[in-house]
């Protein structure tokens, strides 16, 4: 890996979306699938799912900011996910399914708090924008099954997409 390359995490549900929308980014060199912001060590997919870990599915994001900044990842990140719905993401329900942006540095929480500020006054929403910024925490790297599902299980993936509401509501939040 280039010395140069960053990385951002981003909680926004099932972590197979965020990481799908992420690699179609230019400059994301790529995106891995894990656990973060609990204190369990090593957290098994089975373990988090039970909401119980503190832990939240999420995706760590490599990326060249030398062809993608920052304030691009978040604004892809924040168009993947529905900011306003503390309980999950769309049919996943609980704790582990929360939105989170987690920052690794003062720049980035500083962006981070300016982009959520400014979808705020935006109106685009009518219920409060609920995505919290934290620092970042160990990050547990999911099981292989979890790496790529998007491309390994593309139907069962599509399907999940699609019949969790994510992809219409995506569609009607452009």
Known sequence: MKDNYKHA???GGCFWCIEAAMEELDGVIEAINGYTGGNTENPTYE???TGTTGHIEATKVIYDPEVIMY???L???WGNINPTDKGGQFADRGSQYETVIFY???EQKKYAKESKADL???SKYDSPIVTKILPEKPFYEAEEEHQDYYKKRQEHYLAYKKGSGREEYIKSHE
């Open 9 to 11: 995490i981003f909680a």
């Open 47 to 49: 373990e988090v799912s």
């Open 71 to 73: 304030p691009e990842l």
């Open 75 to 77: 604004n892809r990140f």
């Open 104 to 106: 690794t540095d003062d």
């Open 120 to 122: 705020e006054r935006s």
